[in-house]
């Protein structure tokens, strides 16, 4: 069987409810700082076989902010009193390297991993608002070039401190006595130019070895940054309109990126956000489109648009007149998001009102019946464009339907799994097991290591 043949598509689903508007009835209105509703998101998403469930964050509000981010969860806590409540969904959650210790992240997702049984996923960003910084000392965010600057550094000393223990270290041998071999405990002693961090990590590797790297950048310096340390990348590309060749072209330009960095194309895999809706006739979907954003207001929408560019006031801009050139702003924000929507803008003619509507409610490709949704994540994948989709679904209604109509579809096909194929997130996403970088394996010399990774393995 050919590699080609033999992918399947990878799925996940964003457990904060996706999408819509908390007036709208099919979206529960606190759903964002309920447990409750995580807890039955993921608890669809595992009754699909999906991969993972993902949590996005952000620690930075103003009162321009839109309702979702005002009051929600904190990542790693929800995740844990997910992790108790399913056993084979992954659980994904974001965390910052520019506003918190590399030891504490560490930490922190090593235990979840440990927690879950091997399911933990942490989803890297630095950070793209400019008030963030006042929320952790700081004057100001980091410009965009020493963010990556940051990050690079940050991932290798987690990273390293993973693989502080090799994975036979904890014998816990009753009868002899004996609870670990330290002879397999290593201390990272890392001095770097933003972080000095001595180690080890006290805690065990878990069974997949590391919790599996996510990351959404997608400017230059974030894909370069994925192409070295990560295993998946988010992208919203086909949530924003369906562009079959934009998204393919961006999926080629990852995997050359990551085979240049010494890594094989299939050790990263790209998950384009979609939002799918379904309907028994493409009326009936284009009429639950309509439907799902008729409670959005151009306050709201516009507020929307403004986050991608650090909160700038869009108020002095006529609603119903084109937007003018937007210059420089947002390039230090959400940029690669930020340059789309000006490119939009000038593209298309576009108002303050038609674009901050496209931005609140990007309707993509994927609202049908469960055909024409079928057909389209086949075309995607297979193209290829995708490994796999981040289903961000308004309504737990919603998900039902593609869980229930879609789902089968595709594993009629052969293109989806009937049944988890392990028990670990890295498992079911097929990725290998990461050797720890202190082990030399027979006939593989340690030279063979990168030099970021020599330079780690200390103690």
Known sequence: MSAQKSRKIKLGVGLQGGGGHWRDPAVADGAVSDIQSYINYARIGERGKFDLGFIADSAYITRDS??????RLEPLTALSAISALTTHLGVVGTATTSFSEPFTTARQFASLDKISGGRAGWNAVTSALEGLGKNHGHEKL???????????EYLQVV????DSWEDDAFVRDRQSGRYVDLNKMHTLDHKGEFFSVQGPLNMERSPQGRPVRFQAGASDAGIQLAARHADAIFSDNLS??????????????VKERTRAAGRDGSEILIFPAINPIVGDTQEEADFLYQE???????????KYLSRYFSFFDFSQFPLDEPLPDLGEIGNNSFKSTAEFYKNLA???????RQLAFRAANPRGGFVGTAQFVADKLQEVFEYPAADGFMIMAAGQKNLNRFVDEVVPLLQERGLYRRDYEGTTLRENLGLEFPRNRHVVVAGSPDATFPAQIKELSVG
């Open 66 to 71: 839109t309702w979702p981010f005002l009051s």
């Open 142 to 152: 980091y410009d965009h070039e020493l963010r990556y600057r940051i990050a690079e």
């Open 159 to 162: 990273e390293g401190l993973w």
């Open 240 to 253: 924003r309109s369906y562009s079959l060749e934009d998204a393919a072209g961006y999926y080629r330009k």
């Open 292 to 302: 799902s954003i008729k409670y959005t207001d151009v306050e709201h929408a516009v």
């Open 346 to 352: 000038k593209r298309e003619k576009l108002t303050l």
